[in-house]
């Protein structure tokens, strides 16, 4: 899922990697620390880790049984940015559309969060 937003790379990354936006694309509870191997776990009992963690372009954990990938693309000379989610090792192709209808949703509230700033 991937989605160009009209905001800056540093004003999505900050908020995706900040509180707010981790509540939204990891789950709530969740705090991640920027090293690999770090663990973390959400107010659902999620626990995973920090596989990757490259500042301003992306951030990849384990979810479960599942690998979660964020990453940021700068387009447009700066002014707007590609945000894209990838979720990897899902079971089963009704899985991989129920997770889709869920990234598009984070997508849309990542959105809105980010018009309203």
Known sequence: MSRTLPHPAAAVWDFISG??????????GAVLIPERGAPYRT??????EVRG?????????THGTTTVQIALAPAAAGARTTLRFHQEHLASAQERERQRAHWQQVMDQVA???DRR
């Open 19 to 28: 509180p707010e936006g981790i509540a939204l694309w990891l789950g709530p």
């Open 43 to 48: 107010a659902q009992g999620v626990t995973g």
């Open 53 to 61: 963690h490259r500042p301003a372009e992306r951030i990849r954990v």
């Open 112 to 114: 809105i969060a980010l």
